[in-house]
């Protein structure tokens, strides 16, 4: 019987490679905080020194796997951003697209929805929500225009509605129900509806109407 070639070592490349991908499962499990170098060089069969040599430390690991989620996710919203077609078939795209990329890259989302700590990557989620809040104040200023309502407020409106599309996809990854394009379907439904109908001025019904400028 002939004898299995024993398989060479990784190159600094494949290894590199390898720790990510061991990181990034112990990040969405556990968190930063959670994770310790010595589990992830245990899970990947190698020293600590290995690691600390790929990375320098355990932030520098942790940047690493979330600059790779951010820019995957930022890919995939900037291509539904820049497909054309109407504001509301953009806004579709958008809704759209974060779910889909909640549905394929779930623990990507959970490490990107948590908090960073300091010294890691400035690309949390909470700076990715600007970037692509920023994307979309493009879209609504000219709906606000066509509308007659003040384009000024609308990067402040951008801001909510992006929130409101994060803060949607964080329950459904927990969820999974009801189903993919009927959450899309019911996100459009009251952000599309809800800016379609909004008051030029909008005003509180209570006391506290007086605080809010003309």
């Known amino acids: 019987m002939t004898s299995k070639k024993p398989r060479g070592r990784m190159t600094g490349a494949e290894r590199r490679e390898q720790l990510i991908v061991v990181a990034r499962g112990l990040f969405a499990e ?16 190698v020293s600590k020194p290995v690691v ?27 291509a539904a951003l820049s497909a054309g077609g109407s504001s509301h078939q953009l806004l579709e795209d958008a809704v759209c697209a974060l ?21 890691a990557s400035n690309a949390t989620y909470q700076t990715l929500i600007g970037d692509i809040a920023t994307r979309v104040e493009g879209l609504l200023g000219e709906r606000f225009r066509e509308q007659k ?17 994060g803060a949607v996809g964080q329950w459904w990854l927990g969820e999974r129900k009801p189903a993919k394009a009927v959450v899309a379907a019911h996100l459009v439904n009251l952000a599309w ?18 605080e809010v400028p003309a």
């Not at 556990?30 to 069969?45: K, N, P």
């Open 149 to 165: 309502l003040d384009p000024r407020n609308a990067p402040m409106y951008a801001q909510m509605l992006v929130g409101m599309i």
């Open 30 to 45: 556990r968190g930063f905080d959670g994770t310790a170098i010595e589990e992830v060089a245990a899970h990947a069969g």
């Open 193 to 210: 509806n809800g800016l379609s109908g909004m008051d030029a001025k909008p005003t509180l019904g209570r006391a506290a109407e007086d």
């Open 52 to 78: 600390y040599e790929h990375f320098g430390g355990k932030e520098g690991l942790y940047a690493v796997v979330v600059d790779r989620e951010v820019t995957q996710l930022l890919s995939m919203m900037r």
């Open 99 to 119: 779910l889909d990329y909640i549905e394929t890259s779930p623990d990507g989302f959970r490490i990107l929805v948590r908090d960073s700590p300091i010294g």
